[in-house]
């Protein structure tokens, strides 16, 4: 399986440096001449990249719905670095891409409740004190479950 | 995961959907959270963590509920 896993982590890396270069999703064949292989080949690797929890696909099992922290949908969580816009996930991962692409990034949210915009700027350090708040509504045990509703 | 500009706010928005509410996360401990999990996940050694790495992640930064246990079954 030597083979499988060293083919898996070119892919992965190939789908992230595409996230951090764009800002958006790769096509399987972008993927695909950027690793050397076929789209096939690809798309057998999302699926077992699937099953260790480094990606989410869409029904159609070619294109990635999560590569966490990035989206590959739009989504009210944006952050901006670099004059590049991404989508996160959900709160969390609006920080996890300011700190995966380490370097300063602009988080653009709002409450959830309220609807008030939140900007946050991200450097190499925390964020101050504030009266802003993360809130998760489903136990860490069952994030899997579902993890586009979590 | 949601972002709430207070707390009240929280408890309201659990009100009107008859969900209860969870721990609360202050975004510093929410920045700590992020770079635990992903500083390192552009590179060829990232990976999600394990639930032991989990419970300790999450202790680190003071969130020690039950909630947070990546295999607990009460919380």
New interface residues.
């Given amino acids: 399986m030597a083979g499988a896993d060293d083919f898996d ?1 070119a892919v992965r ?1 190939e789908i ?2 595409h996230f ?1 270069a764009t800002g958006a999703r790769p096509a399987v064949e972008q993927i695909a001449a950027r690793a050397g292989a076929g789209p096939a080949a690809v798309r057998e690797s999302y699926r077992r990249l699937q099953g ?3 990606l989410v696909l869409e029904a159609d099992g070619a294109s990635i719905r999560m590569a ?2 990035f989206s590959g949908v739009p989504t009210m969580h944006v952050v901006e670095s670099a004059r590049v816009s991404y989508f996160a ?5 609006a ?8 370097r300063p990034s602009t988080v653009r ?6 609807a ?1 915009p ?1 900007v ?1 700027e ?1 450097g190499g ?3 101050a ?9 489903v ?3 069952h994030w899997w479950d579902d993890i586009v509703f ?1 | 995961m949601l972002f709430f500009r207070s707390e009240d706010l929280i408890a309201a928005w659990c009100r009107e959907r008859d969900v209860p509410l969870r721990p609360l996360v202050r975004l510093d401990q929410l920045w700590g959270l992020a770079v635990a999990w992903y500083a390192t996940r552009l590179e060829p050694a990232g990976r999600r963590p394990q639930p032991d790495e989990m419970r300790g992640i999450f202790a680190a930064i003071g969130l020690d509920d039950p909630f947070w246990d990546p295999v607990a079954n009460s919380f």
């Fill in positions: 982590l890396l992230y440096r951090a260790r929890r480094m966490p922290p996930n959900c709160a969390w991962d920080f996890g891409i300011a700190a995966a692409l380490q949210s709002r409450c959830a409740r309220s008030e939140l946050l991200l350090s925390a964020p004190e504030s009266s802003w708040r993360f809130h998760c509504v136990p860490a045990a979590t």
